[in-house]
Nanobody, 126 residues
Framework: QVQLVESGGGLVQAGGSLRLSCAASGRTFSIYAGAWFRQAPGKEREFVAAINRSGGITVYADSVKGRFTISRDNAERTMYLLMNSLNPEDTAVYFC???????????????????WGQGTQVTVSS
């Protein structure tokens, strides 16, 4: 098993940047694919970005492509989400997720993930 804890959320003005972190404990982190999802008030949780076990393959939702960057440091057992050019529509609780896999692919569906963090609030003011 792996336990995930997000940090780095907060209040930022439109156009600003934040970097979220997802610290993992438990088994070796490099055997897990990872992702970030978000949930805005009154909306369903949605996919943001995913990364494979090694960090060599990433995929993004169209709404964040070119603005957000997902990365990971397996030695530090941490996954990151760098968010640039933030706008009020990015306001949400952001969750990191992980799943054990032997494959090198990424996963973009909530149902693919077994482990979740508690979430961190990101609020973007206009």
């Amino acid at each position: 098993q792996v336990q995930l804890v997000e940090s780095g959320g907060g209040l930022v003005q439109a156009g600003g940047s934040l970097r979220l972190s997802c610290a993992a404990s438990g088994r070796t982190f490099s055997i897990y694919a990872g992702a970030w999802f978000r949930q805005a008030p009154g909306k369903e949780r949605e996919f943001v970005a995913a990364i494979n076990r090694s960090g060599g393959i990433t995929v993004y939702a169209d709404s964040v492509k070119g603005r957000f960057t997902i990365s990971r440091d397996n030695a530090e057992r941490t996954m990151y989400l760098l968010m640039n050019s933030l706008n009020p529509e990015d306001t949400a609780v952001y969750f990191c997720a992980a799943r054990y896999t032997v494959y090198t692919q990424t996963y973009t569906s909530m149902k693919d993930y077994d482990y979740w963090g508690q979430g961190t609030q990101v609020t973007v003011s206009s």
